[in-house]
């Protein structure tokens, strides 16, 4: 299970997300409940999930109420599953500032819960064959971070976060470059030390070559898993070898067969729904709530 992401990457996606919810204001909340009005809400799965995203919700409540009170659930906690009705968080304070916090929590939550339970689905696919599901750069713009700790948290790798911090020799630079001979020469001699050098390869003669040429790390792309199978075969014990492209659930673990290191799948983050996650209010009564009015079981409890 990863740490939380680092603070200083996601806050900024956060601030907006707020500013874009709240504006001047929650109207609503101003206008139909006292200021100073207490009490408890709870958050909770709607469907068996993995957890991922509560070091946000509880930014998202102390940056709208730093007085609020968060416990999590030990249960719940980030990477876990869940089944429907778990209790992931508990919120004590003003009613207002827990139902201002509310949707952007909740778009937040439910967004990294459902990209972490596809990829645990996916790892579980596999979880028999030694290969890694790793991420890729299509991510939700802003979102990248989290949706990487998500595909983390869900048991998946992640790949470089963007273009500064791995070299990925695609199709289109071998292109503008001329050849793939200059763009695999290029990109050996001039990348940093340390810095992962990985070649795109359509055919298995591109592989042949790149390899020739000194690459030991191949993206294999849209080639078919007999093709692939073949790939590995006379080069999966020298190089990492990685296939991508037109990879899904159905087909996963066809590819995974092969003996390819890594599966990159564009699916982890670019398609996926949402968890469904919930918040309740836990009610109690107010002040001139007269006693012959009654309560619900969930209220009485509660008290």
């Known amino acids: 299970m990863p740490a939380g992401p680092k603070i200083g990457d996601w806050t900024t996606l956060l601030d907006l997300a707020l500013s874009e919810d709240i504006g001047p204001g929650d109207l609503t909340s101003t206008l139909v409940i006292e200021a100073d009005r207490e009490g408890q809400a709870r958050i909770e799965a709607r469907g068996e999930m993995i957890v991922c995203g509560l070091p946000i919700l509880r930014e998202v409540f102390a940056r709208v109420d ?15 599953r869940v089944e429907a009705g778990q209790v992931l968080m508990r919120v004590r304070g003003r009613y207002a500032s827990i139902l201002t916090a509310e949707r952007t929590a909740l778009n937040f939550l439910g967004r990294l819960c459902g990209i972490a339970t596809q990829t645990r689905t996916l790892v ?3 979880a028999d064959l030694s290969v890694d599901l ?5 991510t939700t713009p802003g979102w990248r971070v989290l949706e990487k700790y ?3 948290t869900g048991g998946g790798l992640n790949h470089r976060v963007g273009l500064y911090d791995a070299v990925l020799v695609k199709d289109n630079h071998i292109a503008a470059a001329g050849s793939l001979d200059l763009a695999v020469e290029r990109a050996l001699s001039k990348a940093p030390d340390g810095v992962a050098v990985q070649i795109e390869v359509e055919s298995e003669e591109m592989a042949d070559r ?3 040429l000194g690459a ?8 078919d898993p007999p093709t692939t199978a073949r790939i590995v075969a006379r080069h999966g014990q020298n190089v990492i070898l990685e296939s991508s492209g037109g990879i899904g659930p159905d087909n996963l673990r066809a590819f995974a067969e092969t003996g390819v290191a890594r599966i990159s799948m564009g699916a982890l983050t670019h398609s996926v729904a949402s968890a469904d996650v919930a918040l309740e209010i836990d009610l109690l009564p107010s002040p001139d709530d007269s006693p012959s009015a009654g309560t619900s079981k969930e209220s009485q409890a509660t008290e």
């Open 66 to 80: 730093p007085d609020l009170e968060i416990e999590s659930d030990d249960a719940a906690d980030e990477g876990t």
């Open 124 to 126: 579980d696919r596999v």
């Open 216 to 223: 030991s790390f191949l993206l294999i792309d849209n080639l």
């Open 150 to 152: 998500a595909v983390a």
């Open 210 to 212: 790149a390899i020739e």
């Open 134 to 138: 790793v991420d890729t750069r299509k």
